[in-house]
């Protein structure tokens, strides 16, 4: 009986609290309007192109040929960038800033624009141990990987905002 009150408070704590699970995409999805898009890129075979429809598409849009869409995104390549944070004592790079980017818009089937190109931007900082390069090396294609993921969530997001506000 008494642990049974206590998880009953402590459900009600974390929801009052407004707790939810990361991934939830009812807060991106986009208008119904919305969910025949077409994609416009120079590299529809990057991991940054299949990262990115495949987000959309767990949030409800089907990718049509450009004629029988509503909407073209028009997506730009991801750039990469890495620079030195800090140095060690024997003037090493101690800690990295790793920058994705990329830059995007919406026209519908018109070819009129539905938002303007707009730059999405993900930033990371990792420390640096140059006794490790090779572990270094993956742990830097890892985080590529999860600024990918990020980015398309920040796209699909600033869409999503944008599509809801129209």
Known sequence: MLRTAFVLLLAGLLTGCGFQLRG????TA???????MAL???NPNSEFSRELQARF????????ERGEAAYILE???ERFQQRNLSLNNQAR??????????????????GEIAMPSTEAVVVKQMENDPRNVVGKAEEIRILQSEMRGELARQILR????????R
């Not at 939830?24 to 807060?27: E, G, H, K, M, P």
């Not at 598409?57 to 049509?64: H, K, L, P, T």
């Open 75 to 77: 997506l730009s390549p």
């Open 93 to 110: 790079a101690a800690e990295f800033e790793l920058t994705m980017r990329a830059n995007f818009s919406v026209r519908d089937r018109q």
């Open 24 to 27: 939830d995409s009812s807060a």
């Open 30 to 36: 986009l208008p119904e309007s919305w969910r025949q």
């Open 158 to 165: 600033r869409i999503g905002f944008h599509a809801a506000a």
């Open 40 to 42: 416009e890129t120079g």
């Open 57 to 64: 598409s767990a949030n409800g849009v089907e990718w049509v």
